[in-house]
């Protein structure tokens, strides 16, 4: 319909140039130059009238592919008071344009959602250019790692290296764990990148996640099962020793107490067996009792919650410490903030982890000039409750940081080395962690998360 009036515009136009013509050609000849001019004047007009109307609706159309190109679809053509040549081109500009803008509205509505997963979730995104600006990045990102902001990704270096470095080395394809310090916590994260192209750009993803839990846990199960079987199997080797042992002294003794007939032993060497008989027994009970004492601990699965008020639990240790640090002049402090600061746990899981944290912190302060130990209780700004042990003891070398919560392993003449790892373990079973940050000669703290 609308090239239909527009070859009937255009043919009225020229059939109007026709008859103006054959009018100027008409007076010409007859002399009379006034018509002549008139009719010059206005085929000059009609002329320019039809230029009009044939380009105008290419003018519509170059002004609606210039809206596109500048992805303006908010300009609206107008379908009731315009030429009715051009009332359908101007509706079919309007249909295109309210399709772009649904289309534009769903891109929006599927990119917000997008981002809103990718905020919520907590895997650390960033995401940067060649020349390592930051195109974009998420909460968990900024969090984990307490940065308010990243422009360009080698501005990281700055804040913490060793990550840089482990990102910068990151292959795609090929995660990597790297160990790393941000504040007061330490952490392992899980590095994975891949890189791709956007219009003509090229850019790396970059993805992290904490899995220091996860890893603590597989190396706690780890180190339980190997536990279990080695517990087992010297409960079974020394048994049978302790319980010999056992005999062979009872019929040294029964021997000795025969004095009715002449001695055919030597009285001191008999005195010595015996004794070494003894010896034997004492270490092999001991190394049985402590054995039985690992395996309880190590059956324990599921901790009984109950609601705990802090402040309770930092004075009833205290009171079961009392007379034992006030031998050694060791000072017991607790602050708790709030006052009424709760906690869901195990009470006495969690007396028997603080008792041994306790414990440990009196052997690092024994022979300084003022030995104090702190208890700290404190709400975090994401709600988590955190529980301190703080010392102004020797400290703890730096090598030997991260071996202290391996079963067994200790550094004192007469510690079992079973304390830090069953508090591991203990705060593991409550979906927690506990970690420690110490200085040589300036004192440590243990820190429990829940």
């Given at each position: 319909?609308t ?7 255009i043919?009225f ?6 008859v ?7 007076y010409?000849?007859k002399s009379t130059?006034?018509p002549?001019?008139?009719?010059a004047?206005l085929?000059?007009?009609l ?27 908010s ?6 008071h315009t030429?009715?040549?051009l ?5 079919a ?14 891109k929006?509505?599927?990119f917000?959602y997008?981002q809103?997963v ?15 600006h ?5 909460e968990?990102?900024k969090?984990?790692?307490?940065l308010?902001?990243l ?7 700055k804040?913490?290296e060793l990550?840089?470095?482990a990102?910068?080395?990151l292959?795609?394809?090929n ?7 941000v ?6 994260l899980?590095l994975?990148?891949t890189?791709f192209?956007?219009h003509g750009?090229e ?5 992290f ?11 706690t199960e780890a180190?339980?099962?190997?536990l ?5 199997e ?7 020793i ?8 009872r ?5 000795k107490?025969?004095?009715?007939e ?5 009285p001191d060497l008999l ?10 027994q004492h270490r092999?009970?001991g190394?049985l009792?402590?054995a039985?004492?690992?395996r309880?601990?190590s ?19 205290r009171?079961?410490l ?5 031998e050694k002049?060791i ?5 708790v903030?709030?006052v009424?600061?709760l ?14 944290l306790?414990l440990?912190a009196?052997h ?7 030995p ?11 709600e988590?409750?955190?529980?301190e042990?703080?010392?102004n ?5 730096a ?8 079963p ?8 079992s ?11 593991h079973l409550?979906?927690g ?5 110490s200085?040589e000669?300036?004192g ?7």
């Amino acid at each position: 319909m609308t090239f239909k009036r527009l070859e009937i515009g255009i043919f009225f136009r020229l059939l109007a140039l026709l008859v103006l013509l054959y009018g100027a050609v008409y007076y010409a000849h007859k002399s009379t130059y006034a018509p002549v001019f008139f009719a010059a004047f206005l085929i000059v007009v009609l002329v320019l009238e039809l230029a009009r109307y044939v380009t105008r609706s290419n003018k519509e159309l170059a002004s609606f592919i210039l809206a596109v190109k500048y992805r303006d679809f908010s300009q609206h053509f107008n379908e009731e008071h315009t030429n009715p040549s051009l009332k359908q081109l101007h509706m079919a500009f309007n249909q295109i344009n309210s399709t772009f803008r649904q289309l534009s509205a769903e891109k929006e509505a599927q990119f917000k959602y997008l981002q809103t997963v990718l905020e919520l979730i907590d895997t650390g995104i960033i995401s940067y250019d060649a020349e390592g600006h930051v195109e974009w990045v998420n909460e968990s990102f900024k969090q984990t790692l307490e940065l308010p902001y990243l422009r360009n990704i080698h501005a990281l270096q700055k804040r913490h290296e060793l990550l840089y470095d482990a990102i910068t080395h990151l292959e795609p394809g090929n995660p990597s764990v790297v160990k790393l310090t941000v504040g007061k916590r330490t952490m392992q994260l899980l590095l994975s990148a891949t890189s791709f192209k956007l219009h003509g750009r090229e850019f790396t993803l970059i993805a992290f996640k904490n899995v220091s839990h996860a890893l603590d846990e597989t190396e706690t199960e780890a180190w339980q099962k190997l536990l279990r079987v080695m517990t087992h199997e010297i409960m079974n080797s020394v048994a049978p020793i302790a319980s010999l042992a056992d005999t062979l002294r009872r019929h040294v003794r029964l021997e000795k107490e025969k004095t009715t007939e002449p001695l055919l032993y030597d009285p001191d060497l008999l005195d010595d067996v015996e004794e070494g008989i003894r010896i034997i027994q004492h270490r092999s009970e001991g190394l049985l009792n402590f054995a039985q004492v690992y395996r309880n601990f190590s059956k324990i699965t599921t901790p009984l919650l109950t609601t705990i008020y802090v402040q309770e639990l930092f004075h009833s240790i205290r009171a079961l410490l009392a007379h034992q640090l006030a031998e050694k002049d060791i000072e017991l402090r607790i602050s708790v903030q709030p006052v009424d600061l709760l906690l869901q746990a195990d009470s006495r899981l969690m007396e028997q982890v603080l008792i041994n944290l306790i414990l440990n912190a009196a052997h690092a302060v024994e022979g300084r000039e003022h030995p104090q130990i702190q208890l700290v209780g404190k709400a975090e700004e994401n709600e988590r409750v955190t529980l301190e042990v703080i010392d102004n003891g020797t400290g703890i070398p730096a090598e030997l940081l991260d071996s202290i919560f391996i079963p067994f392993f200790t550094t004192h003449q007469s510690g079992s080395g079973i304390g830090l790892s069953l508090a591991k373990q203990i705060m593991h079973l409550h979906k927690g962690s506990i970690q420690v940050q110490s200085v040589e000669g300036a004192g440590s703290v243990f820190r429990l998360h829940f």
